[in-house]
């Protein structure tokens, strides 16, 4: 099964596992295991800006994370595009505000792929399939 993780779970997942519930566990170890486990490209920039306001301490630099996390896991990266770009700025405002989230949750609707998050906004969009 095809997944997608939201950016607090790629980070969680390399930093804190333990903070991801068993069904999170379960799919993105499926999903890593068969190359069917997608990122936004835009969880990159909103992971270097978290670091830049010092929201968590990877404890290297930036680049570096950012290049162990792609390697720790069988990553494909979720490139921006004309119909993610078109559907993210369509979803209802119930989904959330923020330009990532939206971006990441349109690439989730685009890939016809479930969306791991903890995040409640997401969790409880019915425009959404996610996994937590």
């Not at 330009?99 to 949750?105: G, K, L, N, S, Y």
Request: charged fraction near 20%.
């Amino acid at each position: 099964m095809k997944v997608i993780v939201d950016t607090h779970i790629a980070i969680w997942s390399v930093l804190s596992p333990e903070k991801l519930s068993p069904k999170a566990v379960t799919a993105f170890a499926e999903a890593d295991k068969y190359a069917t486990l997608f990122l936004a490209d835009i969880s990159l920039w909103e992971i270097a800006m978290l670091i830049h306001k010092k929201r968590f301490d990877p404890t290297i630099n930036t680049r570096s994370f950012l290049n162990h996390l792609l390697s720790a896991y069988n990553f494909s990266l979720a490139r921006l595009n004309t119909e993610i770009a078109d559907i993210s700025v369509r979803l209802p405002a119930s989904i959330n505000k923020d330009p990532a989230d939206r971006i990441i949750a349109a690439t989730s609707l685009t890939l016809n792929a479930p969306l791991v998050t903890a995040d409640e906004n997401l969790r409880a969009s019915s425009a959404l399939s996610t996994i937590w």
